[in-house]
């Protein structure tokens, strides 16, 4: 988990409500990642970024949205619009460029339940 | 469109047993392979890769991983289980060739590795 830090660790959110979850890496990595995790599913990517102030939405991209406004930061918010949001979420992130045969390092996980 | 799979949910193998996690997968070009772990509440580890070069590929804490490109497989291999290799084990994919605004992998579903004492 060294070198991307996600947080809460736990969070809870009521119907209605939206919700961002923070990720945050120093390794100097231009790519980031968003994944969720449920039981017996695998990850699925919601949302990815190649760079700075670009980002492009993966297999799962409706009902969250994201920012990047710095290298570092990679921010989730999952809205109100996300029917259900209860699951593990996963931060990554990878070096880029051409001949990607980079792995992704990942986050520790914020797991976010609904009440 | 690329794609993994990975047939078992669960492996159950006796310490001091040689242990397989099967992968298989589907590009449309050359294949990136990678193999990560799991444990409980944890984010990913990464384990190995291969990218191009020898089929055999070795990783972290003396698992190995065999490219197959004929049957399209990526085995994960391991001569002797530990009790503490018990996890998650998680196949992901990525085509060489594809799209170049896509570069995020394709994971399997995942292998529940369970190592008996």
Not at chain 1, 55 to 78: C, H, M, N, W
Not at chain 2, 9 to 28: F, R
Not at chain 2, 101 to 110: D, M
């Amino acid at each position: 988990d060294g070198g991307i830090t996600q947080s809460p660790k736990y969070l809870f959110r009521k119907e209605g409500q939206n919700v961002t979850l923070s990720c945050e890496q120093n390794l100097n990595h231009d790519a980031m990642y968003w994944y969720r995790q449920d039981p017996g599913q695998g990850l699925r990517l919601i949302y990815y970024s190649q760079i700075v102030n670009d980002f492009q939405k993966g297999d799962i991209a409706e009902g969250y949205s994201v920012s990047r406004e710095k290298k570092e930061s990679f921010p989730l918010t999952v809205t109100s619009a996300q029917k259900n949001p209860t699951a593990f979420y996963l931060c990554a992130s990878s070096r880029a460029g051409t001949g990607e045969g980079y792995e992704q390092f990942f986050g520790p996980g914020t797991r976010l339940t609904v009440l | 469109a690329q794609s993994v799979a990975q047939p078992e949910d669960q492996v159950n193998v006796a310490e001091g047993n040689p242990l397989t996690v099967k992968c298989t997968y589907s590009v449309s070009g050359n294949p990136y392979l990678f193999w990560y772990v799991q444990y409980p509440n944890r984010g990913l580890q990464f384990l190995l890769k291969y990218i191009t070069g020898d089929n055999l590929v070795k990783g972290s804490y003396g698992f190995e991983a065999e490219f197959n490109k004929s049957q399209t497989s990526f085995h994960l291999k391991k001569p002797s289980a530990l009790v503490s290799d018990s996890a998650l084990y998680f196949c992901a994919v990525r085509d060489s060739g594809g799209d170049t605004g896509r570069r995020a992998l394709t994971f399997g579903s995942g292998t529940r590795l369970q190592v008996q004492p």
